[in-house]
């Protein structure tokens, strides 16, 4: 889990957003003024977000603030355009800046700018169904229409804030990036929210109707209605995706099983070491591992310290977090045989992140033998023998 874009600057020296303070509220004042201090505060606000890179707040800021200005009266376009080529200046000269000063790639730049609270959340969720995230996103752009024009907004607007919204706002606040299944408690919310949505705008979409000039029959329109429930629920669904999640493929999911499965068939002796890359998956298949291989660095998020050693959150299983450590267990003498599973998860990035610190040479060692590749391919296990002439030990050996 990453707690922070991966990007790297200099730190944002306080005198700019001071400075930002006063010509921000000048600009929002002639933009603004005649719609309240409300929205003249919020659009100030917002201008000094964005000075301090935190565009998501500033986004939010801007939206909050027309749509209180757009409560009592039009919104003055003119000079709307006028607030936000500022801010499209502002950006420009930003990025511009950070590139200039190699802080990372465009899209490491981007999410340096938009700041805290994350926006990647929003990006987890729609991985689910992006057709279900953009009718939401829609219900919620009618939503803040209709409260802008003084309207009343649709009940399912305020499931979508409280159930999805608020919730992935404060998961943001707390972490950068989150695996996909940090969201899960958000996905019924977001699929009622979204059906909703479609149900609300073909309600409208008849109301409309039945004033113009042509007026489709009731028989007509229920076919219509039936034939758009249908249509949304393929896209939300997407049978494709389906198919493959109901009968997936170690195209998609790597063998952890069958690794487990092959290991357990070998029937390790009682003083036989079990390190694997995958902690928790192997724990579940196999009852229990004796260590957890992991860069350090990478594994710290999941790190608590036990009895003086360094173990998993979730399993307690004693770290090996380097290729020193790695070799120092493979020396013991008073030891059995070393059964070392892999794991085929992001095999991309396995060996520059994973497997970092030296784990990676040593793996390749000649002390390692290839036993076992996975259905996957990717899934290995070596195997270390045992000593000549190990020395009898009467319990499982410490953490190295």
């Not at 950070?98 to 981007?110: F, R």
């Amino acid at each position: 889990m990453v707690n922070a874009p991966r990007a790297s600057v200099p730190p944002l020296d306080v005198r700019w957003p001071l400075a930002a303070v006063l010509p921000a509220l000048a600009l929002s004042w002639l933009v603004i003024r005649s719609r309240g201090l409300v929205p003249v505060a919020l659009l100030t606000l917002s201008l000094v977000a964005q000075v301090s890179r935190l565009d998501h707040v500033a986004i939010l800021l801007i939206i909050a603030g027309l749509v209180l200005a757009r409560r009592s009266a039009k919104l003055p376009a003119g000079r709307l355009a006028m607030y936000f080529g500022v801010c499209a200046l502002l950006a420009g000269l930003q990025v511009g800046y950070l590139l200039a000063h190699k802080a990372g790639t465009p899209s490491q730049v981007l999410g340096l700018l938009l700041g805290w609270p994350s926006v990647r959340p929003y990006i987890a969720i729609s991985h689910y169904s992006q057709v279900a995230a953009i009718l939401a996103a829609c219900g919620v752009a009618a939503g803040l229409w209709r409260l802008a024009h003084c309207r009343r907004v649709p009940d399912h607007v305020l499931l979508l804030a409280l159930g999805v919204w608020i919730p992935l706002l404060q998961i943001g606040y707390v972490f950068w990036d989150v695996p996909p299944r940090y969201d899960e408690a958000q996905i019924m919310p977001l699929l009622v929210a979204a059906f909703a949505t479609a149900q609300w705008a073909a309600r409208a979409a008849v109301r409309d109707w039945s004033w113009a000039r042509w007026r489709p029959s009731m028989t007509a329109l229920g076919g219509f209605g039936a034939v758009a429930a249908v249509g949304v629920c393929a896209l939300v669904i997407d049978p494709a995706r389906l198919e493959a999640a109901v009968d997936p493929s170690y195209a998609h999911y790597p063998d952890h099983k069958g690794a487990a499965e092959f290991v357990e068939s070998l029937h390790p002796a009682p003083g036989d070491i079990i390190v694997a890359e995958d902690d928790l998956m192997q724990t579940y298949y196999l009852g229990h591992v004796d260590y957890w291989l992991q860069d350090r660095e990478e594994a710290a998020p999941f790190l608590r310290k036990l009895d003086g050693r360094w173990v998993d959150v979730y399993t307690d299983t004693p770290l090996i977090g380097t290729g020193a450590t790695l070799e120092q267990l493979v020396k013991r003498r008073d030891r059995g045989a070393i059964y070392v599973i892999g794991s085929g998860e992001d095999a991309g990035e396995r060996e520059r992140l994973m497997r970092g610190l030296g784990i990676a040479q040593v793996l390749d060692s000649s002390a390692f033998r290839l036993i076992y590749v996975g259905r996957d391919r990717l899934t290995d296990v070596w195997k270390v023998e045992a000593p000549q002439h190990p020395l009898a030990a009467a319990n499982r050996p410490a953490a190295g």
